[in-house]
Structure formats: C-alpha cells, structure tokens
Antibody, heavy 115, light 108 residues
C-alpha cells in the first residue's frame, strides 16, 4: 500500500528556515516524480516544486532561490528545505507522487511563519 | 502559465440530485486535465485524469468530460460523502501544475 507521511512543520519566524520530510512506503521515491504542493489557510492548491526520477528539479517562481527539493534513496524520503521564509509561505504542505497529476498525497504538515 | 477558472465558486445541491461543475483553461490543455476532491482537514484525492478517466476506486457516479479549454465534472445521485471542495488541474504544460480555485459543493 502506498503511503506518504509528512513531518517537520511548525511555527517559524520570518526569515527562518525549516526542512520538511515526506516518508514514503509502498513504492520507491527515487523511481518516481515527486512534488510538493501547498495550501494557505482557507485557500486553494498551489504547486511548489517537483523532483524528477532522474534528479532534475523545478520550482514555482514564488519559491525559486529559497526552497530546495531533494530526496534520500536510502531512507525513501522526500525533503523540502525552506529558507528565508515569509508570512506568505504559511500553508499546509503536501507531498504528492506523480508526474502529470497527483495520484497519491500525504496528509500534509502545517507551516506557520509568524513573529 | 495556464490559468484555470472554475465555476461556480459554491454549488448548493440536495442529496440525490446531480451536480455539474465547470473548469475553463486560459488556453487549450487538450485532454490533460485532472479533478480532485478535498474534504475539510484532508488531502486532495484524485478523482479523474485525462479529462474523463476515473482513478482507481472512484465511484461511477463521478464522470468527467471536455477537451481543449472547457471541462465538466458531473456527480450524479449526490451522497453525503460527496459534499466537499473540487479542484481541476491542468498538466498539458507543466511544470507548474496549475489548479482552479475550487468549487465547494454544499448541502442545499
């Protein structure tokens, strides 16, 4: 059974850093396209980043240069390193497996950026 | 970037009735469109991909249609578990995935 479990969210001050994790089971992260999608409180879905099976990455303009997506094959885990956080980064962050669309999603982890 | 627009923002429907949700793309996405359902406090769940193909385990009460710039999600015989927010997402030109702003289906 495919499972994705995010962790690492919390309250962080503006300008701070946080690393989110997404532990996968039932499939191999490195063999799949993996994404981060976020949802601000009461708002819609916003795609954040993708890491392709080959290792290339892509980012939304809103996070480019501040966020870094990566993975650890040995831990079968996806990561999102978030630096220079802003209030507008406050959201639930979901990891999602899939290239064209999200076939499987984690339950999300809440990141709150506030002083 | 392709902009996705959903209508209406809120749809009030009685149980047992049919709901029709619309999604429009700012340029053609061919048939590369997905629909998701999201309930409060839960992650999105894939319903439809390829504009009309139901994902694994999705009830036949959910059907998708359309191509190019105009798409429709139809939910027939609405059940209590179907009241949720629905999002469309294009993948003809990605990244990024671009989503519509959502349609909330509420109990009338």
């Amino acid at each position: 059974e495919v499972q994705l479990v995010e962790s690492g969210g919390g309250l962080i001050q503006p300008g701070g850093s946080l690393r989110l994790s997404c532990a996968a089971s039932g499939f191999t992260v490195s063999n799949n396209y993996m994404n981060w999608v976020r949802q601000a409180p009461g708002k819609g879905l916003e795609w954040v980043s993708v890491i392709y099976s080959g290792g290339n990455t892509s980012y939304a303009d809103s996070v480019k240069g501040r966020f870094t997506i990566s993975r650890d094959h040995s831990k079968n885990t996806l990561y999102l390193q978030m630096n220079s956080l802003r209030a507008e980064d406050t959201a639930v962050y979901y990891c999602a497996r899939g290239g064209n669309y999200g076939s499987y999603w984690g339950q999300g982890t809440l990141v709150t950026v506030s002083s | 970037e392709i902009v996705m627009t959903q209508s209406p923002a809120t749809l009030s429907v009685s149980p047992g009735e049919r709901a029709t949700l619309s999604c429009r793309a700012s340029q053609s996405v061919a048939g590369y469109l997905a629909w998701y359902q999201q309930k409060p406090g839960q992650a999105p769940r894939l319903l439809i991909y390829g504009a009309s193909t139901r994902a694994t385990g999705i009830s036949a009460r959910f059907s998708g249609s359309g191509s190019g710039t105009e798409f429709t999600l139809t939910i027939s015989n609405l059940q209590s578990e179907d009241f949720a927010v629905y999002y469309c997402q294009q993948y003809n030109n990605w990244p990024p995935w671009t989503f519509g702003q959502g349609t909330k289906v509420e109990i009338k």
